[in-house]
């Protein structure tokens, strides 16, 4: 079954989000689903993180929407044409 590899910014707007374990939640939701967080900046009023997620595509969109759902902003990662 193929996996899907997909990298998106997740943004946590405010105090209140950035103290939500929103990221542990979804992976207690979706157990099949990995996550790789590649880079990240947080501060006591907002966190912005690039993170890979792995899976099967349904359960990695199913994830991404969880997300949503707990109030994260999830916008894809553009390719850049020097990585290819």
Known sequence: ?????KR???T???KRMVETPALW???REFPEVSFDIRQASVTA???IMAVLFEGDPSAVEA???FLQQQG???EPIE?????G
């Open 79 to 83: 390719k850049s044409v020097m990585e």
């Open 1 to 5: 079954m193929a996996r899907a590899h």
């Open 12 to 14: 946590f707007g405010d």
């Open 25 to 27: 939640r979804m992976a």
């Open 8 to 10: 998106v910014w997740l």
């Open 45 to 47: 009023e907002i966190g």
């Open 63 to 65: 994830a991404l929407k």
């Open 72 to 74: 994260v902003t999830v």
